[in-house]
């Protein structure tokens, strides 16, 4: 139980700091950032070759993805188990679960030369596409 409470905490924190629109993208200072973004619920992420079918269907986006050398990793270190608890815990209590499938969705960007400026140059462009919901 402390566990789900945890999780729960954790979901209200980070999208409370999250951008909650597009368009809001902007970096502080000259400190080093991580760009962490939020694809829409209805972009199934269970597949784990969907960016590279999303490369092969737009253009755009590889050229973006092979101009920037970016790879996708999972934002949140949540396991599969712990993610589908949630779930079911979610269902019972919420009657939907998609504050859990949101986390799914959570995922950190690395770019090659990684400044502040190809970072911000990135999520702008990312912000491009009716895919993500927030980048943050």
């Given at each position: 139980?402390?566990?789900?409470?945890?999780?729960?905490?954790?979901?209200?924190?980070?999208?409370?700091?999250?951008?909650?629109?597009?368009?809001?993208?902007?970096?502080?200072?000259?400190?080093?950032?991580?760009?962490?973004?939020?694809?829409?619920?209805?972009?199934?992420?269970?597949?784990?070759?969907?960016?590279?079918?999303?490369k092969?269907?737009?253009?755009?986006?590889?050229?973006?993805?092979?101009?920037?050398?970016?790879?996708?990793?999972?934002?949140?270190?949540?396991?599969?188990?712990?993610?589908?608890?949630?779930?079911?815990?979610?269902?019972?209590?919420?009657?939907?679960?998609?504050?859990?499938?949101k986390?799914?969705?959570?995922?950190?960007?690395?770019?090659?030369?990684?400044?502040?400026?190809?970072?911000?140059?990135?999520?702008m462009?990312?912000?491009?596409?009716?895919?993500?919901?927030?980048?943050?």
């Open positions: 139980m402390k566990k789900n409470l945890l999780y729960l905490f954790i979901i209200i924190v980070s999208t409370s700091f999250a951008q909650q629109r597009k368009g809001q993208l902007y970096l502080t200072s000259d400190s080093k950032h991580d760009l962490f973004v939020s694809f829409g619920l209805n972009v199934p992420l269970y597949s784990t070759s969907f960016f590279q079918e999303l092969e269907s737009n253009p755009d986006f590889k050229v973006l993805v092979e101009e920037y050398g970016i790879e996708f990793q999972k934002g949140i270190t949540i396991s599969e188990n712990t993610l589908n608890t949630m779930e079911e815990n979610a269902k019972q209590l919420h009657g939907n679960y998609d504050a859990v499938r986390l799914r969705n959570i995922f950190k960007i690395k770019i090659e030369n990684p400044t502040n400026s190809r970072l911000l140059e990135v999520g462009a990312l912000e491009k596409w009716m895919l993500l919901n927030t980048v943050v």
